[in-house]
């Protein structure tokens, strides 16, 4: 998928991995460098960095030198030249689900400091989940526990809501570090067609 808004190009994919036992945290990181290479027509590597800490383990993630030392869009003086934000999900029977998308420059060059993305993935009915039993009281504002009590589905509603959160906290470049409560995912809501 690439679609442009004003000056911003975003670029989006999703991958499916079979098989049990899969690394969750090093799977698909493969398939994510390859598909942003090609999007970004150059040799990219993929790297995360805790800006509050400073560990690799976890953090935003960077597109950063190709192991050869070729300039990535990430590391050139004057601003990232391209932001990426990218989500997994263990499936029931074994597999990994990933989502991700990139945001480059209409013009090519430096992205302004607002210009992120976010995004999140949950695979629904998946054992440890997000249900709104239990996690609702610490992570919901009123407003969307209400949503979620009000809705048809309230299973669905709260991955909805959940995967809103966790997708608003990466476009922050802070993620979970802040408190979900003060995420308020009104301000992603379709609109009303009724």
Do not use: N
């Not at 000056?7 to 079979?18: E, I, T």
């Not at 560990?55 to 869009?73: T, Y």
Request: with cysteine.
């Amino acid at each position: 998928m690439r679609t442009q808004v004003g000056g911003l190009v975003f670029h989006g994919a999703a991958f499916l991995l079979p098989g049990a036992g899969l690394d969750r945290r090093r799977a698909g990181r493969g398939e994510i460098e390859a598909w942003a290479s090609e999007v970004l027509g150059r040799p990219v590597r993929l790297s995360t960095v805790c800006p509050a800490c400073g560990s690799v383990a976890h953090g935003q993630p960077r597109l950063e030198l190709d192991p050869r030392g070729e300039p990535s869009p990430a590391s050139r003086a004057g601003g990232d030249l391209a932001r990426i934000s990218y989500a997994r999900a263990s499936l029931d029977g074994g597999g990994l689900a990933i989502a991700a998308v990139v945001v480059l420059s209409a013009g090519g060059g430096p992205l302004p400091e607002w210009a992120r993305v976010g995004v999140d993935l949950e695979a629904r009915g998946r054992k440890g989940a997000p249900h709104p039993r239990g996690w609702g009281e610490y992570a919901l504002t009123p407003a969307e526990r209400g949503r979620v009590a009000a809705s048809a589905d309230p299973e669905a509603a709260s991955l909805r809501v959940w995967t809103q959160k966790e997708a608003l906290a990466k476009l922050t470049g802070r993620g979970l570090e802040i408190e979900p409560q003060a995420l308020d995912t009104a301000l992603v809501q379709p609109p009303d067609t009724h």
